[in-house]
């Protein structure tokens, strides 16, 4: 297992076909990764699919209102919808779409990411500085990497459990 430096900033993300953890960086985008924790936390993430996965690309879930597997998925809905919480400044930063690195998504407004998340399957330079990067996958990329492929997948994966790595104890 990778070594979790920081366990209040890092997330452990429980797959079908195994553990991805992604360390998150709070003196990069500290609103985002605050946000992360929070919904984690409340179990908002628990279920909700991946409903855009494009191969080469990215994969993308965190729908909480829409993209639940297991509370009831609208895969036509999927990917319009965020939590019932404010919508987050961007946090642009130098980092860049990196392959596994964490991107907040969102709509053409730079202020209106929420709940979704992608996960970068290779360099995706073309985003820097238009999308906030406030994470990089330390552990588990082929779980990622073995995520199925659709807009929205016809059989999605979800995230079967995303807990902050400080609370399981």
């Known amino acids: 297992m990778a070594e979790i430096k920081d366990p209040e900033n890092t997330i452990v993300m429980e797959l079908k076909t195994g553990t991805v953890i992604i360390e998150l960086l709070p003196e990069v985008a500290p609103k985002h990764v605050e946000r992360m924790k929070e919904l984690a936390r409340s179990g908002a993430y628990d279920g909700v699919v991946f409903h855009r996965v494009i191969d080469g690309f990215m994969a993308q879930t965190g729908d909480v209102a829409h993209g639940n597997a297991d509370k009831g998925l609208n895969l036509r809905m999927a990917g319009t919808g965020g939590s019932d919480l404010p919508d987050l400044p961007a946090e642009f930063s130098s980092l860049p779409h990196d392959r596994g690195t964490l991107g907040a ?27 906030t990067v406030y994470g990089r996958v330390i552990e588990g990329m082929e779980h990622v990497d073995a995520i199925a492929r659709g807009e929205p997948p016809a059989n999605p994966d979800k995230m079967i459990s995303v807990r902050v790595a400080a609370d399981a104890a």
């Open 105 to 131: 998504a969102r709509s053409a407004n730079p202020d209106s990411a929420n709940s979704q998340f992608f996960i970068n399957f290779s360099d995706n330079h073309f985003l820097n500085g238009q999308y």
